[in-house]
């Protein structure tokens, strides 16, 4: 017994990804039971080849622009350790070792400023990451925006196997166009997508249209309650996720801890300076200015220094607070829509359906934007 509870904790996840897709098979046995009327529209599996095609090289992709970013910070830091040393080199070692630590400290400092300022071993890595991580995007939203742009043809769905099978068939026909648009044509659409001020046309399929009230009444009710689950709700417990407090060392820290970390770095790095500083440098400096112990407590102050500039340097790169920002404000404003769906009529709930659409859209531009525009430069 004891054994049986074990394993179903072992099972649980703090949270799970991309089951809005129906992705793993209980997501999708799950949805068979809930959903049973619209399991065609729902379910959708060459949009989830498609998807899985993109989405383990984004996070691969991601890991490796990340950790290049750490290593550029990483070099540049260790580079000014050595070069503020310079001066302990000649009190303690030979001319020749000294000269040898001196260049071995300025090829770290200009490879690690190559990797953060130029995109050296990153560039590539990023790209990749935001090409392959649109793609997983567009196909999430290719999936939600039928739901809005395409509610005439999931009504005739309706007619029987023969209006299924129809309405599957036309739905990989879109699907392949979508394709032909985005998988080729990674770079202009990433560029398109993160262009400040430029008007966009965030659908996917034809803009959506009021239907008429008889179409309304022909759907059934799993139409709206499949959204809310699936959509809303989904994109509601992902933003508060992302927002989350508490820390997981083995699923990563979340977004307020590693805020949380950065900045206590980065103040304890300075009052480590200012101290070194008050209570070590300037008494020396008046009182013991032969000490032998002052060109080291020089050389502490100053890594102090470099220090709090590297965690500044991390919160650029990873640029936590603006993330939590982000998502802090996504969340809100989905809280606001699935109130106003639940408690409105259906003509009601299909407008905050457009909306949640175009929140989306906008939500994954600012996403891609931010995470064009963070740098890993010292």
Known sequence: MSRSIACMAAELRAQTFNNDLLVGPEDRKTAQLAFPEMLHVIENDDLIAQFQKYEEP???????????????????????????AEHLY?????HREAVVLACISAV?????????????????AKADWLHRRMMTEVM???????????????????CGEDGKRLFVEQR???????????????EPELHGLTQKGRNQNIWLHPPPEDPRQSTFDALPGEYFDAYRALRLRHQQQYADW???????????????????ILATGSIVATLGLLIAEALVIVPLAVFAPQSGFAPWAQWIAICFAVVALGMRTLEEGLQPKRELERYQRHSDLVRDILARFDAGSRQIKFETMI????????????????????????
């Open 108 to 124: 770290l400092g200009l490879v690690g400023a190559l990797i953060g300022l130029l995109g050296l071993m990153i560039g590539k």
């Open 242 to 260: 992302k927002i989350r407090y508490g820390q997981f060392v083995l699923a990563g820290f979340s977004l307020r801890t590693l805020e949380a």
């Open 140 to 158: 999430r939203q290719f999936h939600f925006q039928t739901f809005v742009c395409r509610v005439e043809e999931i009504r005739d769905s309706f």
């Open 58 to 84: 984004a996070k691969r992709a991601k890991k490796r622009s990340l950790r290049w970013g750490l290593a550029a910070v990483l070099l540049v830091v260790i580079a000014l350790f050595g070069t503020s």
């Open 355 to 378: 909306e949640m659409e175009r929140l989306a859209f906008e939500e994954m531009r600012d996403f891609l934007r931010t995470a064009q525009e963070s740098r890993f430069v010292m």
């Open 90 to 94: 000649a009190i303690y070692l030979p």
């Open 172 to 186: 990989n026909k879109w699907l392949a166009e979508i394709n032909m648009r985005f998988a080729y044509h990674l």
